[in-house]
């Protein structure tokens, strides 16, 4: 072989040998770039989904407290009954809370899903019973005859009580699910103040 065959040939194969450098180091860059790409999506995901739990559960105790409240009211008043003179307000809150309970039982993480799925159903049946709403295969009335007098007359503690036992495994779920640590105890602050 000639000196000029032997440069051209190194020629090329040094060519050859930049462009694959080049493509590789193109392919890497490119492969990192959409990596990246892809955990950024995820981390935004992610934070959307956590914006999305904390304002259905911010949202759905809420509501919870607001319909507790009117049955905490009505517990002190004599001239009051529920839910025959409720305020329209009262239903106005109901259904928030049913709907931001819904909302927080497909948001909501998958180790809490049947807790919430729980509460939220035994808070539709209770707000289905206390409008008088039946549809067909729902609880009948006798689910409920814990909150209820002797007179048949919603027994006002008893809803309070059930009220805030909804509150409560909402709020457990949310603490735990955002790791927000134990709930603090009530004489825990007494002796802090």
Sequence with gaps: MDTATVGLVGAVLGAAGALSTVFLTHR???KRE??????????????WLRDQRQTCYHNAVKYLIRVRAIGAYVK??????????APLSWYDDISEANAWLTSLHYYCGDDYHDDIGEVSTEFLN???????????????KKQFLHILSSDGK????????????????????????FKLGPRPEFSSLQNEI
């Excluded at 990596?35 to 981390?43: G, P």
């Excluded at 919603?154 to 699910?177: G, K, P, T």
């Design 28 to 30: 890497f860059t490119q």
């Design 34 to 47: 959409e990596q990246k790409y892809e955990r950024e999506r995820e981390q935004e995901n992610d934070r």
């Design 76 to 85: 002190n008043t004599k001239t009051v009954k529920l839910p025959e003179d």
């Design 126 to 140: 209770l707000s289905n019973w206390l409008i008088g709403f039946r549809p067909t295969g729902t609880i009948s």
């Design 154 to 177: 919603l027994d006002y503690q008893e809803f309070v009580d059930l009220m805030l036992q909804i509150e409560n495994v909402i709020s457990n779920c949310a603490r735990q699910e």
